[in-house]
């Protein structure tokens, strides 16, 4: 599992506009990384980060994978909560015929 999909998304995007606009870059330290992240994950950030910009990815490169990465977690979530609201709908009422049996019944 990646480190990324430890982050919740509101650290995520932040991270994403941290880099995009400039506010962060490489070497991607641990100081640096913490007023966007939260402390569990910062160090395992950190060391992913600068294992990918040593690998030969660039900051724009980076930016995109953690704005597809955001994109795909925006969509599988809107995708739970319909699941969970269709879980949720209260049961069908009986057929016309059933309810007149129970009415009779009284």
Do not use: H
């Not at 402390?39 to 294992?51: D, P």
């Amino acid at each position: 599992m990646s480190v990324f999909s430890t982050i919740d998304r509101i650290a995520l995007i932040a991270l994403i506009n941290a880099l995009e606009r400039g506010r962060l870059c490489s070497p991607f330290s641990e100081v640096n990384l913490s007023p966007y992240l939260p402390n569990l994950v910062v160090k395992a950030v950190s060391l992913e980060l600068n294992n990918l910009v040593k690998n030969g990815m660039t900051q724009p490169q980076l930016v995109y994978l953690l704005r597809c990465i955001f994109e795909e977690r925006n969509q599988n979530s809107s995708s739970d909560k319909a699941i969970e609201l269709l879980q949720q709908q209260p049961r069908a009422l009986p057929a016309s015929g059933e309810r007149r049996e129970e009415c009779e019944r009284v």
